[in-house]
């Protein structure tokens, strides 16, 4: 047997083996496509050398035309899936150009089976024998070259381009081993293809074609790596097998729960502990989407957040809610890490979770009971603060000395005004209590609040008269600490302070136009702002005004706002000054000399009809405070057990009416009224503000209420001493 038939059958051989043992491979484990593209190169490599043992030693012409199709397409079976392969198992080749490769070497076989003589030659002439060195005869053809052909040599070209490329960029990742062996396939490839084979056609050299060895040389050197692969991984899946064994020991007895998904959501496995906790079992479980044992108003939730886990933004720690299989809700901590493939892709997720459920409610009860207590205690120093303001401005109201208690008398007008009280207590409503100063506005103001829903709650007083303008804003709204200069702390204003409560807005005639607005925001609102403060409060707080002012001649002059006055011209009760209720000055009399006689220890025998009829013939222009103050000084003056004398004649000691409607002649206003009467009374007691017998006490005001009504109207002893000069 010739050396020849000798090489080359071992050649089939070989590439034969190798063929079986890739495609037994590819059985094993059919996604590594590349096994079948090895398998597929190796036998295509075996045909191809019995083909071209068969070419060398034929003597047909028309056998020599068959055999050499059919060789071109075993080169066809051997270069395409080469290419496939560099692509599938290297990763690193163009996939495009594989693509171009493939459809240029399948438009070279339909051409090699439509020609003649195939792709290699249009028409073969002679077959010649040629002797080679050794001694051995074999069979070359000699005809007309194909013009088809340099598609062939083209695709074979692009095939070079192709592997060298794929070899630098596995050069450029240092995977030197996997460079070395495409690198050998190349040489190889060009060698006897490229520079062997075109020697052997010029007749240059006398050998065989060499191109089945070049072939088994790229089988070769593939399959080197594909079976170093194949031990490693054997002995990978070993390690595996008995790693596997150890955490399946460790997961099937930990008292954790213990989930794994694939990268679809699907559940492949869950432990013992599991099954216990969840009700469910394997069986029940496997294959199902992990989204069936949560609660169904989270799984929107939890959706996206597996899709981003699994998309590598995995977070670590998570408190989940697992719903069983009786309907009980668990909550879990769970901790995740992503599972791969050998070849770095996301396969699923692995979870191992605590269940936190009971310490999770002893928590919750912990810090519910926590938040219970600080919410009791805010309310607490909230009610303790708000009683303490209430205190401090009670403790003020009884310093103001008030003495009025219910109302005396029996006139018409007096019925009047309790039937108006009737009527609107037991409502919500805005009142407006008009009438002259001194007739009695804020018992009417009281009343209404004691016989109202309210009475339990404080009624909290403003005299809008009697503060000074800058400081009416913050007595009605508060401030915050800081807000001006002099606020070194919080301020609550009146409105908070009367929340839930009645506020008295007295002499609310006198309220500046600018702050008139605040008041009607507040009113129409129900909420206020500190000073410095953009918090809005909410109030519930019922409005009772008081004006010794016509609000509606005082709209048209300019001096008051019309939305005002209509906001707070709900239900107008008009008090009747007391020259219109004479009838009711007795009893009136005979109520203020008791009240001043416990004050002040003594017992006064008779009220003189004398002196009755001289208080009832009295016009009282200061009404039932001026009343009030005559009487105090007539107890004060009266020995015990005596009766009642009056200090000084009515005359003498007041304003008469006669007096009065001269000064009405030039004066237009309450106000120039007040201001002349408080200068009055000050020059009488010699400019004496406080204490027995002053201005204070017989004007029945507060000695700081005084003073402002002074700065007010600008009334001090050296403008009378001028005047008087």
């Known amino acids: ?75 066809f079976g051997i270069l395409v899936p080469m290419v496939w392969y560099v692509q599938n198992y290297f990763a690193t080749g163009k996939k495009w150009l594989a693509v171009v490769i493939s459809a240029l070497w399948s438009f070279v076989i339909v051409i090699n089976f439509q020609s003649p003589a195939s792709v290699v030659f249009s028409q073969i002439t002679e077959l010649k024998q040629i002797t080679t060195f050794w001694g051995e005869t074999f069979t070359i053809p000699l005809g007309i070259v194909n013009p088809w052909k340099i598609l062939a040599d083209a695709a074979s070209l692009l095939i070079v381009i192709y592997v060298s490329d794929a070899t630098f960029r596995l050069w450029r990742r240092t995977q030197w081993t996997k460079t070395v062996l495409i690198g050998v396939a190349i040489v190889f490839f060009i060698v006897t293809a490229g520079i062997h084979t075109p020697l052997v056609d010029a007749g240059l050299i006398k050998t065989p074609y060499m191109i089945s060895f070049s072939f088994l040389a790229i089988v070769l050197t593939m399959s080197y790596q594909v079976v170093t692969d194949a031990i490693a991984a054997g002995v990978y899946n070993r390690q595996i097998t008995a790693n596997e064994k150890r955490w399946s020991t460790l997961l099937e007895n930990v008292q954790l729960l213990v989930i794994s998904l694939d990268r679809h959501g699907a559940i492949d496995y869950i432990n013992p502990y599991y099954e216990q906790v969840s009700g469910y079992t394997k069986s029940q479980l496997s294959g199902k989407h992990f989204l069936k044992v949560i609660p169904k108003t989270f799984t929107e939730e939890y959706a996206k957040l597996f899709a981003s886990s699994i998309d590598g933004d995995l977070q670590q720690n998570q408190q989940l809610t697992l719903q069983t299989k009786n309907g009980q809700v668990r909550t879990i901590e769970w901790s995740s890490v992503l599972l791969f493939d050998v070849s770095g892709k996301t396969t699923g997720l692995l979870s191992i979770g605590a269940d ?15 938040l219970d207590m600080q919410a009791a205690l805010k309310e607490v120093e909230m009610l303790k603060t708000q009683y303490r303001d209430q205190a401090v401005y009670l403790r003020n109201e009884i310093d103001a000395d008030y003495h009025y208690g219910d109302f005396t008398g029996s006139s018409d007008a007096l019925k009047y005004i309790q039937h108006k009280i009737s009527q609107v207590a037991s409502h919500n409503t805005v009142v407006l209590i008009e009438g002259e100063t001194g007739v009695g506005k804020e018992l009417v103001a009281r009343s209404i609040h004691k016989h109202s829903a309210r009475h339990d709650k404080p009624l909290i007083k403003v005299n809008c008269a009697a503060l000074p303008e800058n400081l009416i804003e913050t007595e009605l709204f508060g401030h915050e600490k800081g807000a001006f200069t002099g606020a070194d702390k919080m301020h609550k204003g009146r409105f908070e302070l009367a929340d839930g409560g009645t506020l008295f807005l007295d002499e609310v005639g006198e309220m500046p136009l600018a702050l008139q607005v605040k008041l009607l925001r507040a009113l129409q609102e129900g909420e206020i702002e500190r000073i410095g403060s953009q918090k809005t409060i909410k109030i519930d707080v019922r409005i009772i005004a008081a004006t010794n002012r016509e609000l509606l001649k005082e709209v048209e002059k300019g001096h008051f706002r019309s939305d005002l006055f209509y906001r707070l011209n709900v239900f107008p009760i008009t008090v009747a000054p007391l020259r219109q209720r004479k009838t009711d000055i007795p009893l009136l009399v005979n109520t203020f000399v008791n009240q001043f006689c416990k004050q002040q220890g003594k017992f006064i025998t008779l009220i003189p009809h004398a002196v009755l009829d001289q208080l009832i013939d009295y016009d009282w222009p200061g009404n039932i405070r001026e009343l009030q103050n005559v009487l105090e000084r007539a107890v004060i003056i009266t020995p015990a057990d005596h009766p009642l004398a009056l200090a000084e004649k009515l005359s003498e000691s007041r304003i008469t009416q006669e007096k009065l409607n001269d000064d009405l ?61």
């Open 665 to 725: 002649s030039y004066q237009s206003t309450l106000q120039e009224l007040e201001k002349n009467y408080i200068h009055q009374v000050l020059k009488q007691v010699n400019w004496r503000i406080e204490g027995e017998k002053g201005a204070a006490e017989r004007l029945g005001l507060n000695p700081s209420t005084l003073r402002s009504r002074m700065r007010k109207w600008k009334i001090t002893r050296s403008t009378d001493s001028k005047t008087n000069s």
């Open 356 to 370: 936190i459920s009971e310490h999770q409610k002893t928590e919750n009860e912990r810090n519910q009971a926590l």
């Open 1 to 75: 047997m010739s050396p020849t038939i000798i090489a080359w059958s071992m050649c089939a051989s070989a590439a034969l083996i190798l063929a079986s043992m890739h495609f037994i491979f590819w059985l094993h484990d059919k996604k590594k496509f590349y096994y079948l593209l090895s398998a597929v190169m190796a036998f295509s490599s075996s045909l191809n050398a019995i083909v071209e043992l068969s070419l060398m030693h034929s003597h047909s012409l028309e056998t020599y035309k068959i055999l050499l199709q059919w060789g071109t397409l075993c080169i």
